[in-house]
């Protein structure tokens, strides 16, 4: 008598986790002539179970973050400001100009890193208001439109009238720029097609992709690419702060994580999906 699990992959290369439940089967003499096993799929409960720990673990990784940025904040004020008034004390011509340039480069380049942590965070404060999210995808699109190669491919597909969201606009603009360029970056060299689809949806108590979420009405927000997709441990980590496949030189990692916090803290809930 016992019990063990294990995991398999089905033909729709979906990953099952089972467990088996095993009685032994006697005779009248009390012989074991076989076994009794009993199969139930348990892959519900253990994605429940990886949620609630991813939860915890971003979690407890933004209030960290969110403590180290506000003094990192406090360091950097002083640093930027007294280069300020060095660099203005200073001749026009004097060679200490440039290398006190490259200081404030660098203190304003560590303030906007510090703002994308403060985002992922959600230690700052968002200015939610009633919001139709069409002009800000719109606008969102227009500016990557002038960025994005002429290789990859823009479309949006978007209701003419979906509902209103209690949001802080500038926020949302930032998860659409974050989600579109990190799209657009994985077919920045083949090429491909980037799509963008709003819609309205009501989630219900049987939705499993969605339980974090209370039941009642929500925009969902698709951003899609034809890029290389990712593989299973990527996936597992691609909203951690500072977790990216790509070069120092290409981005810091924080795109998908501040899009995580953000979209959280407006109660709402992010999914990623890939085939590599």
Do not use: W
Request: aromatic share 6%; hydrophobic share 35%.
């Amino acid at each position: 008598r016992g019990h063990y699990e294990r995991s398999l992959i089905n033909t729709r290369e979906q990953k099952l986790y089972l467990r088996y439940h095993l009685t032994p089967v006697c005779d009248l003499d009390n012989r074991v002539t076989g076994v009794q096993a009993i199969v139930e799929d348990i892959s519900e409960r253990k994605r429940l179970e990886r949620q609630i720990r991813q939860s915890q673990k971003m979690e407890a990784i933004g209030t960290l973050a969110g403590g180290i940025a506000h003094d990192f904040n406090n360091l950097l004020t002083p640093i930027i400001g007294y280069a300020q008034m060095s660099r203005e004390e200073l001749p026009g011509e004097s060679p200490v100009q440039e290398n006190l340039d490259e200081i404030i480069k660098s203190g304003n380049r560590a303030k906007e890193l510090v703002k994308q942590i403060l985002a992922f965070s959600r230690y700052h404060e968002h200015q939610p208001r009633p919001l139709k999210i069409q002009p800000i995808v719109k606008e969102a699109l227009k500016l990557l439109r002038a960025s994005v190669p002429a290789h990859i491919e823009i479309r949006r597909k978007m209701k003419h009238k979906t509902g209103t969201v209690m949001a802080d606009s500038t926020q949302i603009f930032q998860v659409v720029m974050n989600l579109c360029t990190n799209a657009y970056q994985a077919m920045k060299e083949k090429g491909g097609i980037l799509e963008v689809t709003l819609s309205d949806v009501h989630i219900g108590n049987e939705d499993p992709g969605f339980s974090s979420l209370k039941p009642g009405p929500y925009l969902l927000l698709t951003v899609s690419d034809t890029g290389h997709g990712m593989s299973r441990g990527v996936m597992e980590r691609i909203f951690d702060p500072f977790f990216t496949t790509r070069g120092s030189a290409e981005g810091t990692g924080m795109g998908l994580s501040v899009a995580h916090g953000i979209v959280k803290s407006h109660g709402g809930d992010i999914k990623a999906y890939s085939e590599p």
